[in-house]
Structures are given as C-alpha cells and as structure tokens.
C-alpha cells in the first residue's frame, strides 16, 4: 500500500510539473505505474484514517488533472490524458468508474476534434472499455451509459460516414482509417445496449451494407469481417421478442443472396443440383447471356456487381457472412435453417473442377468465361468448405445426423481439386471436426473412402526429398530416353548430400496447410477406428508421423496401435521412437511409466483369490487388504490430497491408525454383519497394537522410510538385520523385482522380529508396509517362526 | 462459487411426506457441497429406476408406467412439457456431447426411440430387445449407446446410423436399417444396470450387473469380455469410477460393495490381460460395505461425487446415503424424501474455470416430436437433409473470441490490456510527432493525412494548399515542354549530322573513284606518249631516211601533239 501511495503520488507530480508537450514519452511508464496502483485506486474511500484521506487526495486530484488534460489546448496533453484514463478505469474498477462522467464527456469531446488518428482511436476504445465495465453495475449505466451513448454513437458514425439529409441514411466516408474501431467498439456494444442502439440501426445498417458490398475498392479483410458480425448483431435491436425471428429473416435472405448470385457466377456451366426446397427449384431466373455477367442489388440491398471477378468476390463474402450467423451470438434462442444451408453448400460444391473435361457447359456461354469460372471455383469452395467447418464447430455432437452428409460433400470437392492448397487445407480441416463427433461409429466403408485425403495428407506433411523422385524414376531405367535425361537437373548428381538442406531452407512453408494436416492425422488416429484402417496406409502414415516428429500424432499413433485383424505377426508400436525423439515430455513419461494403477500397489502382491484359490490363503490377504484405513478425514471438497485413497499406499498407513481405531470402536451394523469372519478380530488387534508401535515409527525416523524406492534386495537384508528396529522397510513396488526380494524378505522379518520381539506386531507391519513382499512365503515364515 | 449438486428422483408410495416443502415432488436438485441443503424441486413426476435423465436446460423423467415423458426447464424451474409416446418408457438417457440434444427413450417393446430436442426429429429403431430396454447409457463420445434389456442382452447401437440422414455406405445391409451393430450376451439373466468407462478412446469399457449376480466387464467397441465378477447376491444398482479404477453396486438389503480393478500387480492392465479374461473373480466380501441400519431397504441407484471420493446411494425408505470411498464404510445420511429413490445424477460442479467445457449454445425451450412430418425417414427421398429441418438453439457468446485462431484482433487486445499495448502507444507517438510538424509549417503538405475534421480553416489550409500544388503542377508542366523542345532539337541535330556522315561517307567514295581514274589516265598517257616517241622517233628516221631534215617533221608532230594533250593536267609533269 505504501509503495501504491507513493508511486501515486510520483505520478501526480510528474502529471503536474512536467510540460504538457513532453508528456507523451512518459505516459507509457506513467500508465504501468497506475495500473500497478489497482488495489489502491480501487478501495473505498473512507478516509478513516491519515493515510487514507491522504491517498483520497491524491486520487481525486489525479482524476482532476486528467480532466483537465482531456480538455487541454496541445494535442499531447489529450493523447496523454486518454492513455492515462484507460489505465485509471482499468486498475480502478468501481471507484474510478462511478466518478468517470466527466472522463466521458472529456473523450466525446476529443472525437469532434481535429486531432490525429490514434487519439480518437484510442479515445474510442476508451470510451467502449468505460461503457463495458459499467455494464455490470445497473446504476452506473443509469448515471453514466445511458446518457452519453447516444452522443458516442453519432460521433462515431458522423467519423466514418456523412449524412447526408433528414433520412436514416449515411454515406460512407471514402478513405476513414477509423472503420474498424468505429464497427468494434459498436460490436461490442451493441448485446448489452440494444435500445439505446435501437434508433440507429438504420443508419448502420447502410453503412454495414455500403463495406460488405462495396466490389469497386474491395475492404481488407479485419474490416470487412467486423462488419458482418455487426451486420449479424444488429439483429439485437429488434423489438421485444422478435430478434430471433429477425435474425432467421436475416439468415434467409444471406441465403437467398448466396443463391441469387451464384446463379449468375455459374452460369457458365449446367447445374446437376436440384434443390430439396421446392421454392428454390423454380429459381431458373432468364439471363442475358449476351451481357457480361453481373447482377443488381440483391435480397440484401448490396450494390450491384459487374464481371466474374467481383461475382465471385460477392460470394466468397456472402459466405463469409452466413457462416459469421453461426458464430457470433445471438440475442435470444434462434431457428437455424441446417437444412437449407447444406442444400446451398450442395449446391456449390457440387460444380467441381471436371477432372476429364467432361463438364457440362453451358453453349451460351464463351469459353473465356467458363475457364475463368473454373479457375476461381476453389475459392468458392474454400468458402464454402470454411463455412461447414463452422457449422460442425457451432453444433457439435448436435452436427451428427448430417455429418455424413457433410462428410460426403467434402469428399466431392476432394476429390475433384485437391491440386489447390487452400483447398486441401480446407477439407484437411472440415474432415479433423468431423472425426471428432463421428470417428467411432465409422464403418470399414466410411474410412476407406478417406484413404485419398489420408495420402495426401501424408504427402503435405513429409519434406519435399529430391531422393524421392530419384527412386521413382529408378525401377524403370531403361524407358529413360536421352532427350529425358537432359531435363534432369545436374546439380543432383554433383552434389546429392548438400541438396536438402538447401533446399528445406529455401522452399516455402504452407503453416496453414501442415497445421491442417498434422491436425487430421492426430485425429483420426485417436478417433476413427484404427482397426479399419489398411495397413498400407497405416505404415505411410506412421512413416510420416517418424519423420516429422511430430509428437501429438506419435502419442495418437501410440494410444492407438495398428491391431492385425488376422492376428498373423507381431503388433508394430512407434513407442522406441517417442521415447527418443521426447525423452522428458511429461506425456511420454506418463504413457511409459505409468504412475496411478502400476507403481502404486495395495499390499497384496496379487489381490483377488481367484475363485479356485484356497480359503486360508484368501483369508490372509484379505485381511492384509482391510488392515490399512487410509484417510479421507482431511481431505476436503475437491482438495488435491483426495486421491490416493482407493490403494492403501504407504503415506496413509502410516498416519492412519491413530486416526481409524476410534471408528472401529462405533461400527455398529458393520461389526455385526462382519462378526461372523475370524479375521476380522485379527485386524482389529492389529490396528490397536499399530497403534503402539507407529509412535516410535515416527520419531525415530527410520532410515527406511517408504520414499526409498531404489532399495535394492541387498541393502534391504543389511539395514533390516543390523538396526532398524522393525520391518517398516518399503520399497516403491516396480513389478520386477518382486521374485528376488521373496527370498530375502524371511530373513528381514526374522530379524526384525527377534529386535522387537512383538511376533504380533511384525506380523501386521510386514503385511501393511511390504507391499511388494508375497505374503505367502511371509506367512509361512512367520508360522514357523512361532 | 464451487458448488457441486446431486439431482435425485423417487418413484410414488403411498407414504406422505413429514415436510411440507417435499409433498408432492418427484425430483430434487439438492446441494451437496459445501452445505447440504435442498436448492429446488419439480412436482409431479414418479420415475422408476433409469429413467431420469438431465441436460445443460433440462430434466426429462418417463413417468412409471406410463407412456409419457415429464420434461422440466431447469433455468425456470417449471415444467415445459409433457410428450407423450406410443409406447411404455422403461428407461431413458441424454445423448449427443455436453449439450445433451437428442433423447434416447427405451420402450416396454424393446425398441429404441431418438428424439432429437432442438429438431422436433423422431427416429425408432427396430425391436430388437425381446423385452422391456430397462437400462441405457451413451458413452462419452456420444457415439454409441448400450441398452440392456430384460432377455439378458445388451444391444450396442451406432448412433451415427440412427441419425444419419444419409446412411453411411455400409456393409450391413443383410441387416435392417436401424438395428444395432452389436450384441453382447454373456449374461444369463435380465440386465438391471449399465455402466460405461469415461474415456473417449478405442479401449473404453462397459459394466453391466444383471440378476444372475454377476458383473461383468467388457468391451463395448468390440465386444469382447474382459472380466467376469461373481458378486455375492444380485445387484441392484451400479456406478464407475471417474477413473475407471474401480465400480460400486448396491444390493437389495442396502449394502454396497466396492470392487477394485487395480488389485492384481500384474504388468499389463488388469482388465486386458488375456489370461484373466476366463476366469471369474470373486470380489472378496469384506469389499461389501454394511448400511448404519438394516432398515435402509434396497439400494436403487448409486453415484459419484466429482472428485469420486464420496458414494451417494439412493434407498427404498427415501434416504439419500453418503458414503466414504476411501474408508470404505458409511458415512451419513445426506437427505430424505419419503418415497423411494430411483435415480440419483451427480451434476457437474458450478463455478470450475474450465473454458473447454463451456457450452457455446443453450437450448431454452424443447421442440417436442413431430410425427405428421417429412423428417420421419420414410417419406422422404434418401440421403438428403429436408430444407425444413432447423436447429433451434441460442448461440452463445463466446469466453474465447471465435476469431482468436485467426490473428489477433487489434481492437480486442486494446480493449483488454491494462491500458494500451505498446506497438498502439509507439503508432500514437510517431502520429504526435508527425502531427507537430505538420501544424509548425502550417502549409506543409504532410498535414492531409492526419486531419479527418471539416473545420473551415482546414477547407481553407486545403484550397491553399491545392492553389500551391496546381501552381506547381504548371511550372512542372511548362519544364516538361522545354525539356521536350530541346530533345526534339537534339534529334533533329543528331538527323542532321548522320545525313552529312553520309554525305562526306559519298564524297568520299567520289574521290577514291576519281583518284583511280586519274590513276588509269597516267597509266594510259604514259602508255601514249611511249607510242607517240616511238612514232616521232620513227618518223624522224624516216625523214632521214628520205633525206628531209628530220626537225622539221618532229616539229610539225609536236604541234599536233600539243593540240591533242593540251587539256590534260598532267601534261607539263610528264615533260
């Protein structure tokens, strides 16, 4: 707290005495000082005592002073001043917030003038950041929100666009660097305001309408997606209960639009598509093919467009948007048209690249057009691939009942242009979400039919390798001609070591598409069936996986190894090559040495008689088993110590016993159901005598204590003959040194016994602390013994 | 705040209850942690064991005996419908992820029925059961579901090929459409309780406790059984382990017994070790945990706290009872509804940060069945998704921004940064600087950029500043023409100077012609001369000869001779 008061007051005097035009360097550390100052700001202020009316002062007069910047006459003071005052909000919270109306006023102030860019960007932000932390608080929106809004509102649209008269129109300004903060900050905004927003909605409507269908200077891509979520939003201001009928009005019509106009854009070629929505089949509008193509304002009053290049421009961003209806959240509970949207993506898909030529074209159209059509259709598809991405990412688990579907128009595409990258990457992609909900259910069909994509897959992954192409020309040396043999590039043969390393260094690097790829190749390992899998496929994809290193798919392929249906040869794992390629990664150390079920064992060595086993025996291990009550008493709700429990382990043992004799005592029903079972009468002795003999356990502190886990069976025989007083030697219980340590135990217990010389004692501490010790032999021994 | 709730539901007795706040309720959410006390209650309803089922917005409960399924809102705590179905519900289960959107119904037919919530969509299966389905459980891939039934089978389904509008090209079409893909049928009496494993993977498993007193475990992927319990008496009730280390039972005088995987030290996972896979076990009876009285009636239904540390089991006289795993034996009774308890749901905790499990759409109000439709499978033409079938649901915002695996956006990383992040503050720096200069030379042309306000002294500033631009557009202009004068001149000099090269390059060949000939005419002269003295010397002799004076005739043809070589050059050098 004093160092908070002091760098206030630091601040203040800096504030204050510095001149306004060198501020603006300082405001950096200035606002890391403040917001550092959190706690401070954001107390009540009740000034009770010296201090606090002192930090009281200080605050208010900091607020007083940025007041004052905000309204100072150098543009440097305004830009210091909004930095300063989204630092104060932020670390002050409610104490800061309920006094920022004259903040509000002041930043209004600075978007009417002429100040560069960055201040009123900065100055909206701010403005929004006040207006979302008040949201929680009803009234400080009363007090602070409501009012000012409205002006914020105009002051933000009047920087973007020109109104031009009376009517609830704007014109977009041409060149305003402020579109995107300006849709941000209403995006943000407009869920918790939709009343205030209500009034405007017209006006931003055609201002969202001008950005998103604007074809002549096309928006970059962050703007033009910002506009169509708000575009989507707007659906928030509707009229009580209405919304939701607005927003399937407005998804309608996205839709209708995507079909419009695309009707123009594939004009060129002949539709095998038949709509399962009767309205839709009777959609055969008439065309002046003797125009170029292009199209009027559509369903969605979007400009009109002229030419295939801002045809399909128009689509890529109506589809853009319908999949922005799927993203972005929605005011109240919604009908999404699922139907209708895959009958649109049917469509779309289903005109493909002709792998023989056989389209069916279209004779109206010039050959000019139809080729450009077809060059251009991949990023339809993109498009189109993106949106089903985001349609199975919306639904989820709710996606199955057609995710065959989808999975089949993936496979179309696929199929017909998996020459393109973003295609690739795309269906790579749509194909990984699908897995997730579908895989398990896959049948041998289903799986086989992504073989294809699988390769490709596979072949996107691995290094492009000279060495490769090498051994394809290889088995067939002979139909090499001369004239081949020129083509062949010499340095390959002057220099094949240094080839690759060049050339990995300079190829280019598709992140995205790799990203995909490895992606699908994780999840399908985990997810599809790997039994259905053929082999082949299964070793390049393995193969891959080896040489990429890359560790996901590893840990898949390892969690899921190749089962050989026919059972003939050994089962393959890439487990050697994890375990080199990521010797300390947690996972793999996890995935080779289990820790929960393995290495932490009960004390029996093998706990279940099997039904066969003779009664004496079980009787002794089951009492072994009941001994130990580990305790569950400190453990709390969802505390971390809540687990180990089920396995009696060592730590509990050894603290339980003070703690479990008295339950003994007050097992009423349990003691009578059990009174039948003589063992039981050996247990409880045994846990009342412990009870002795865990004290000096504990404050001797035997060398042997259970955390000893490297104790050979050699030292164990050593330490337990010459000191330690009793058999509490343990031993972390790796699964292969049982055998030996058989042998030794006899001889540990005798020892420890003759020491003590409590045979009743020995006989429940060996059973409790030995959990890798056979009991059988142990038992013998001690019988003997006695 | 973490809070972590129990749902319970009884089945109707004619006892009444001794608190007025539990007459008439079927079903209660009860906080179990950190305070046990009773959060809210559904009325009307009468459920018999597995037919209570609970998603993220609802509470669906098939009436006893009746066809009818009770479906309660959980945001408003009212009951949103009651949908009746052709046929007795014996059992019922939430399928489809964490949004819980389609409804798996198990008939007193042996059938199954699908019915997807926010679709209205109704699918039903063969019936392929022989009698009443009374257990059913959909894994956690929501992929599959298991039914078991009361002929002591247990059917595996794909849920993938019952919802399907396109069915998946498939070898099975020996098989009926909508039937299941697998039959597990190593019990030997009616099945009363399933319970399936909690991962996602290939090697889940399946327990199914059934009147022949056993409990088996199995693979449900494939089918294959795994281990084979022989359970002291029959078994009334069943839950798992959140880690799958163990299951629980409950019989039918109260007791629960907790039977261990994890028992055996061998090195291969206890439960696919092949070598243990015939031979029964025999859960030793100590494992079997006594009930505080023996009045408790039977254990109906069994669950799990979310850390797995405390059993809740649900008895016949209506009591709720706790108890502690790890010390294995009762701890308390937790709540009492009078009538019996049939189903007991642990729900997921409130208050844990875990944004993976954050529902990205709710599902305010059901859609209830519709049968009159083109959605029920047979009307319509195969392998398309009907133009009508919409999805009712509320999107939901979003804790992690939708458009963050893209890049991040810069407004967004503004917007929650403390105050504004650094490259923000250098941009507004240069912006200043740039700014400064701009208004310290006042008609500078680097000021257009940064002002977007329409004051008038900034029309002025502009209509300055474009007089001055146009003023310098014509100087450049007129340069431009002078540049362009003087190049033509250039060329016309560089025409002019080629011309004359080839003028001198002519001159030139004219003298070389002219000195050859000059050359020639020497040679011809000196060749006439020679001829003209041999002809003077001839002539000479000759007028001697004839006596006349010899000068006299050389005279006379050096006379002639002068006339004839007179006009060349040459002449006077030659003599």
């Not at chain 1, 292009?294 to 009053?301: I, T, Y």
């Not at chain 2, 917005?57 to 052709?86: C, D, L, M």
């Not at chain 2, 007991?344 to 529902?359: Q, V």
């Not at chain 2, 000759?542 to 006299?552: P, S, W």
């Amino acid at each position: 707290m004093a160092y908070m008061a002091m760098s206030l007051h630091a601040v203040n005097h800096r504030l204050t005495n510095i001149p306004v035009k060198q501020l603006p360097p300082l405001a950096s550390s200035l606002a890391a000082s403040l917001s550092n100052c959190g706690e401070l700001l954001s107390t009540p202020q009740s000034q009770k005592s010296k201090s606090e009316s002192d930090n009281a002062v200080q605050v208010h007069k900091l607020m007083t002073r940025l007041t004052s910047l905000l309204q100072d006459r150098t543009v440097e003071g305004r830009w210091t001043a909004v930095v300063l005052v989204k630092a104060l909000v932020e670390a002050g919270q409610w104490e800061i917030l309920r006094g920022s109306e004259p903040f509000v006023r002041g930043l209004m102030g600075i978007l009417a003038k002429p100040d560069p860019v960055a201040t009123k960007k900065m100055s909206i932000i701010t403005l929004t950041r006040i207006f979302h932390l008040t949201y929680q608080y009803p009234t400080l929106v009363r007090e602070i929100t409501t009012p000012s809004l409205p002006g914020f509102i105009t002051a933000a649209l009047n920087l973007i666009s020109i109104k031009p008269s009376s009517e609830p129109v704007r014109k977009l300004k041409q060149n305003a660097p402020l579109v995107d903060v300006v849709l941000n900050a209403f995006a943000e905004l407009i869920a918790r305001h939709p009343t205030t927003f209500r009034p405007f909605t017209g006006q931003i409507h055609s201002v969202l309408q001008a950005i998103i269908g604007s074809t002549e200077p096309t928006y970059p891509e962050p703007i033009l997606e910002i506009a169509q979520q708000l575009f989507v939003s707007l659906h928030n201001c509707a009229p009580k209960n209405t919304s939701g009928e607005e927003w399937k009005n407005a998804c309608r019509m996205t839709i209708s639009s995507i079909h419009a106009t695309s009707s123009y854009v594939l004009r060129a070629v002949v539709e095998q598509w038949e709509s399962v929505d009767p309205s839709l089949r009777q959609l055969s509008l008439p065309q002046n093919y003797s125009q170029e193509v292009g199209n009027g304002p559509d369903a969605l009053g979007l400009g009109s467009w002229q030419g295939l290049p801002a045809g399909v421009n128009r689509l890529v961003v109506l589809l853009r948007m319908l999949s922005k209806f799927l993203k972005t959240a929605t005011a109240s509970s919604v009908v999404v048209p699922l139907g209708s949207i895959l009958d649109l993506s049917a469509r779309l898909n289903m005109v493909t690249y002709p792998s023989d030529g056989d389209i069916q074209a279209n004779p109206q159209i010039g050959r000019a057009e139809r080729e450009h059509l077809l060059t251009e259709l991949p990023r339809i598809h993109v498009a189109s691939l993106r949106l089903l991405v985001d349609l199975v990412k919306a639904f989820d688990d709710a996606i199955l009942p057609v995710a065959q579907t989808i999975l089949e128009q993936a496979l179309w595409v696929f199929r017909a242009e998996k020459f393109s990258r973003e295609v690739r990457a795309a269906v790579y992609d749509l194909v990984r979400v699908l897995l997730i909900h579908m895989g398990p259910c896959m049948t041998k069909q289903g799986v086989s039919s992504l073989t294809a994509v699988l390769r490709s897959c596979c072949h996107d992954l691995l290094p492009p390798s000279n060495n490769q192409t090498a051994a394809a020309e290889k088995p067939d040396p002979k139909s090499k001609s001369k004239s081949s043999q020129t083509t062949v590039n010499a340095d390959s043969f002057l220099n094949p070591g240094l080839k690759p390393g060049r050339q990995l260094s300079s190829s280019p690097s598709f992140t995205d598409l790799k990203r995909a790829a490895s992606e699908l190749l994780v999840a399908t390992l985990s997810h599809a069936p790997t039994e259905l899998i053929t082999p082949a496929l299964r070793a390049e994809i393995d193969r891959t996986i080896i040489m990429t290193s890359d560790k996901n798919a590893m840990l898949a392929s390892v969690l899921n190894p190749f089962t050989n249906m026919q059972g003939r040869g050994v089962s393959t794992s890439i487990m050697p090559f994890v375990a080199r390629s990521y010797p300390a990664e947690m996972e793999v150390e996890a995935l080779i040495r289990p820790r929960m079920p393995v290495l932490i064992n009960g004390p029996g060595a093998n706990g279940y008689s099997a039904t066969d086993d003779d009664d004496e025996e079980a009787e002794e291990k089951t009492e072994a088993m009941l001994a130990p009550e580990p305790s569950t008493e400190a453990s709390g709700f969802l505390k971390p110590s809540s687990t180990p429990s089920l396995h009696q382990d060592m730590m509990d043992v050894e603290m339980t016993p003070a703690t479990s004799s008295p339950p003994l005592n007050k097992r009423s029903y349990a003691q009578e159901v059990e009174a039948q079972n003589p063992a039981h009468f050996v247990t409880t002795e045994g846990a009342q005598s412990k009870k002795v003999r865990v004290e000096p356990l504990e404050t001797t502190k035997t060398p042997a204590q259970p955390s000893l886990g490297a104790a050979s069976p050699a030292t164990f025989t050593g330490t337990a003959a010459i000191s330690v007083p009793s058999s509490s030697i343990t031993a972390t219980a790796a699964p292969q040194p049982v055998a030996p340590m058989t042998t030794s135990q006899p001889r540990a217990v005798a020892a420890a016994a003759q020491t003590t010389g409590d045979d009743d004692d020995d006989d429940d501490e060996s059973d409790d602390e030995m959990p890798i010790l056979n009991i059988d032999p142990d038992t013998d021994d001690e019988e003997e013994d006695e | 705040m973490l809070s972590e709730c129990f749902i319970a539901s009884t089945v109707a007795s004619g006892k009444t209850p001794a608190s007025a706040s539990l007459r008439d309720v079927g079903i209660c959410v009860h906080e179990f942690q950190p305070t046990l006390n009773l959060r809210s209650t559904f009325k009307k309803s009468s459920t018999a064991a597995n037919c209570l089922a609970v998603s993220p917005s609802h509470v669906f409960a098939a009436q006893s005996e009746k066809a009818i399924v009770h479906v309660y809102s959980r945001e408003k705590g009212n009951q949103e419908a009651t949908v009746p179905f052709p046929e007795r519900i014996r059992s019922l289960a939430v399928a489809g992820g964490k949004n819980g959107d389609v409804v798996v119904l198990g008939t007193e037919g042996g059938r199954l029925i699908l019915w997807e919530t926010c679709t209205g969509r109704q699918i039903a299966t063969t019936a392929s059961h022989l009698r009443p389905v009374t257990s059913l459980v959909v894994d956690p891939t929501s992929n599959f579901i298991l039914s078991g039934s009361s002929d002591a089978s247990i059917h595996v389904w794909s849920l993938l090929d019952l919802l399907s509008f396109t069915k998946p090209p498939s070898g099975r079409d020996r098989q009926a459409p909508n039937s299941p893909i697998r039959t597990f049928s190593n019990h030997r009496a009616a099945i009363t309780s399933i319970a399936v494993g909690h991962s996602a993977g290939r090697y889940n498993i399946a327990v199914s406790i059934a009147e022949d007193s056993t409990a088996i475990a199995w693979d449900y992927r494939t089918g294959r059984l795994l281990r084979t319990f022989l359970l002291s008496a029959n078994a009334t009730c069943l839950t798992l382990d959140p880690v799958d280390r163990a299951f629980y039972v409950g019989y039918a005088d109260g007791s629960i017994q907790s039977v261990d995987f994890y028992k055996s030290q061998s090195v291969q996972h206890p439960l696919h070790d092949p070598s243990l896979h015939s031979t029964p076990v025999q859960p030793p009876a100590e494992d079997r945990w006594a009930p505080p009285s023996p009045d408790s009636g039977a254990a109906h239904t069994l669950t799990l706290s979310y850390d797995g540390m405390t059993l809740l089991s649900g008895h016949q006289n209506g009591k709720v009872l706790s108890w502690n795993v790890g010390r294995k034996k009762y701890a308390s009774t937790v709540a009492d509804y009078t009538h019996p308890i049939t189903n007991l749901l642990m729900l997921p905790p409130n208050g844990l940060f875990h944004p993976s499990l954050d529902l990205t759409r709710m599902s305010h109000t059901i859609v209830k069945p519709r049968y009159d439709h083109t959605l029920s499978e047979a009307s319509q033409s195969v392998g398309t998704v009907p133009a009508d079938y919409t999805f009712s649901t509320h999107l939901l915002p979003t804790a992690s921004n939708p458009s963050s695996t893209t890049k991040p956006n810069p407004f967004t990383e503004a917007f929650t940064h403390a105050y504004f992040p650094e490259s923000m503050l250098e941009e507004g720096l240069a912006e200043l600087a740039a700014f400064d200069q701009g208004t310290a030379n006042a008609n500078g042309s680097s000021s257009s950029s940064m002002t977007h306000g329409i004051t008038d002294e900034e029309v002025f500033a502009k209509d300055a500043q474009i007089a001055q631009l146009e003023g310098a557009l014509t100087t450049l202009k007129k340069k431009a023409s002078i540049n362009e004068t003087a190049r033509q001149t250039t060329t016309d000099e560089v025409t002019k100077l080629r011309a004359d090269l080839a003028n001198l390059q002519d001159y030139i060949h004219e003298l070389h012609d002219k000195q050859e000939q000059a050359q020639r005419e020497k040679i011809l002269r000196q060749a006439r001369k020679a001829e003209r003295e041999t002809r003077r010397r001839e002539a000479w002799f000759a007028a001697e000869k004839k006596g006349k004076k010899g000068d006299v005739v050389l005279k006379k043809l050096d006379a002639e001779d002068t006339v004839m070589t007179s006009d060349s050059d040459d002449q006077s050098s030659d003599e």
